[in-house]
Nanobody
């Protein structure tokens, strides 16, 4: 069983920055891919970024060059640094990992980009 707890969301003006954190419980954090997804009102949940155990990263086209995913294996934590935020980035952001025991999601953290 894995528990994921996100933090760091909030209200920010367009052009601003936020850093999201997701801390995982359980073992073998360092070898598993971690991901960030988001879901805006009335839309499907979409992939934002992933990072493998070897720290290879993948980003949605809409966030490339603005968002950076990273991990600190000693802290069992994955981060999403979000810069140059736009109103269309407004969504609930979810942390995710897939293990042999299941597909795990955090509770989500709200990010609102508005002036």
């Amino acid at each position: 069983q894995v528990q994921l707890v996100e933090s760091g969301g909030g209200l920010v003006q367009p052009g601003g920055s936020l850093r999201l954190s997701c801390t995982a419980s359980g073992r073998f954090f360092s070898i598993h891919t971690m991901g960030w997804y988001r879901q805006a009102p009335g839309k499907q949940r979409e992939l934002v970024a992933t990072i493998t155990g070897g720290e290879s990263t993948n980003y949605a086209d809409s966030v490339k060059g603005r968002f950076t995913i990273s991990r600190d294996n000693a802290k069992y934590t994955v981060y999403l640094q979000m810069n140059s935020l736009k109103p269309e980035d407004t969504a609930v952001y979810y942390c995710n990992t897939v293990r042999v025991t299941g597909n795990y999601w955090g509770q989500g953290t709200q990010v609102t980009v508005s002036s």
